[in-house]
């Protein structure tokens, strides 16, 4: 008898797996489309603000050309307050990687405490100079290059890939 009991509740728990795996996902519950999810989320669209923030930033705005295979865009957000433009980017990545790109024409990052060419070590990216540093976002660690452009504009990026592959999009921003 006790042979038998065990033998059905294994045998139950092996149907619902096999049923979990099987059914699709809105046959099993609640759950909601992605495509629903998009909808009501009303999030802005990050190609659509991109090229806002390139239209309104009195400099031209430096991205890897061409991006990373696989990037897809997941926020954009642009800030201009007498005469600063700041924009940070930021994409996903096959296997839930990111990167990030923030960057400004703000002169005076150094006398606001917040010049990112301060710290770090300085690398050669191909022929440029970069500050290399480590931060972190929370729980994700992000290794970062950061480097001042002919036209005054301060931009870093950054992602929780390794550093060589950093560098091999750093190299790739004009």
């Not at 990037?71 to 994409?91: A, C, H, K, M, R």
């Amino acid at each position: 008898m006790g042979n038998r009991r065990i033998l059905v509740v294994v045998l139950g728990a092996v149907l619902g797996a096999a049923a979990a795996l099987v059914l699709p996902a809105s046959a099993r519950g609640n759950v909601t489309p992605a495509s629903v999810v998009d909808t009501q989320a009303n999030l802005p669209d990050p190609v659509a603000e991109l090229e806002a923030a390139e239209q309104a930033a009195p400099y031209t705005i430096h991205l890897p050309d061409p991006l990373p295979d696989g990037t897809v865009p997941l926020v954009v957000d642009s800030v201009q307050e007498n005469g600063v433009t700041s924009v940070d980017i930021w994409w996903t990545l096959p296997g839930s990687s990111r990167f990030h790109i923030w960057q400004t024409n703000n002169p005076s990052l150094a006398a606001e405490g917040k010049d990112v060419l301060s710290s770090g070590t300085a690398v050669m990216v191909g022929n440029t100079s970069w500050q290399q540093t480590a931060t972190s976002w929370g729980q994700l660690v992000m290794n970062e290059l950061c480097r001042r452009f002919d036209d005054g504009v301060t931009l870093c990026i950054s992602s929780n890939l390794d550093p060589p592959w950093v560098s091999s999009v750093a190299a790739t921003i004009k």
